[in-house]
């Protein structure tokens, strides 16, 4: 099946830096989103891309679906401690099945 | 509203012994329902997913299969736990072509 690179796998960042993760697939994949789990926790959607280039903002989160679709990046501005946790990037393909990434573990320091 | 159910939240089973992991979504039809696993630290994989009832597509070859008998009941079983098969447990539904959505999960320890 199809894999997707996700990096890093870790960031220590102060608060109030910016962050920044990414990941690339050798596939295509028609939709790109990004999750955030918390400890115990499911993954909780954050954002959803549809289109091929697409930049969309969510609060201090921004995310963009890269021009070959088959990449896909997350920006966190001025992070914050509640910011902590593990990011997955995922892609859906046409067989309607979605792939996730590695995911990055966040830390912030207060 | 959907929401999605998944139980236990914790489970610790002895190896060799027999596991059933449920999960129903409500407030919507024919979803795409998933089951993966997310070993300590790491990321998750896909273990199966189905489209409809009865049809369950297997992504990795292990000691695990799943079965949907209705159309928002997805199950998780093995007959014969291994330590290995420990890990977090997360079923998930969407409607193709959307994004999906988790349960809370399923601690699973075998000892």
């Known amino acids: 099946g199809q894999q997707l690179n996700q990096s890093p796998q870790s960031m220590f960042i102060q608060e109030g830096e910016d962050v920044s993760m990414n990941c690339t697939s050798s596939s295509i994949f028609n939709t790109w989103l990004w999750y955030k789990q918390d400890p115990g926790e499911g993954p909780v959607l954050l954002i959803a891309l549809y289109k091929a280039g697409e930049l969309t903002s969510n609060g201090r989160l921004t995310a963009q679906f890269g021009i070959t679709r088959k990449d896909s990046f997350l920006n966190i501005s001025a992070s914050i401690p509640s910011d902590v946790g593990i990011y997955f990037c995922a892609g859906q393909s046409s067989h309607n099945d979605m792939r996730f990434g590695a995911g990055t573990r966040l830390t912030v320091k207060p | 509203s959907q929401t999605i159910h998944q139980w236990p939240a914790t489970l610790v089973q002895p190896v060799g012994s027999p596991l059933s992991l449920e999960c129903t979504v409500e407030g919507t039809s024919n979803p795409n329902l998933y089951w993966y696993r997310q070993a300590a630290g790491r990321g998750l994989q896909l273990l199966f997913y189905?489209?409809?009832?009865?049809?369950i597509s297997s992504e990795v070859p292990q000691n695990l299969s799943a079965s949907r008998p209705q159309d928002r009941q997805f199950i998780l079983s093995s007959k014969k736990l291994l330590l290995s098969d420990s890990g977090f447990y997360l079923c998930a539904w969407d409607t193709g072509g959307t994004e999906a959505f988790f349960g809370q999960g399923t601690r699973l320890t075998v000892v």
């Open positions: 189905s489209v409809g009832i009865g049809q």
